[in-house]
């Protein structure tokens, strides 16, 4: 599984870090912070006939960084995340 992430949310290293960890994935972080305006804005050359393909659009995305979990904190954030579960009463745990 590939993790992607774009928005707002992009320009807060912390939340990015603990996306990463508490997935035990790296996160590739967008160079266009705003996917859905650039994706509307192909689906216009589209519509206009200056794009062919949706299959295209991947020349459009590009990834500016990668976010790679820490190891040593990948174990304690998974026990946080599972005590979490427990607490909440959540049938996850």
């Known amino acids: 599984m590939r993790l992607v992430a774009s928005g707002g ?3 807060v290293q912390p939340w990015l870090q603990a ?3 508490a997935t035990g994935r790296p996160v590739q972080v967008s160079r266009v912070a705003e996917g859905a305006a650039q994706g509307a804005a192909f689906l216009g ?3 206009a006939g200056l794009e062919s393909s949706i299959t295209d659009a991947a020349r459009w995305a590009s990834i500016e960084r990668v976010v790679e979990p820490r190891p040593e904190w990948i174990g304690p ?3 946080r995340y599972r ?3 427990e607490l909440s009463g959540s049938k996850l745990a």
């Open 9 to 11: 949310g992009t320009r």
């Open 19 to 21: 996306i990463a960890e």
């Open 45 to 47: 050359r589209m519509a």
């Open 77 to 79: 954030t998974k026990e």
């Open 83 to 85: 005590r979490f579960l």
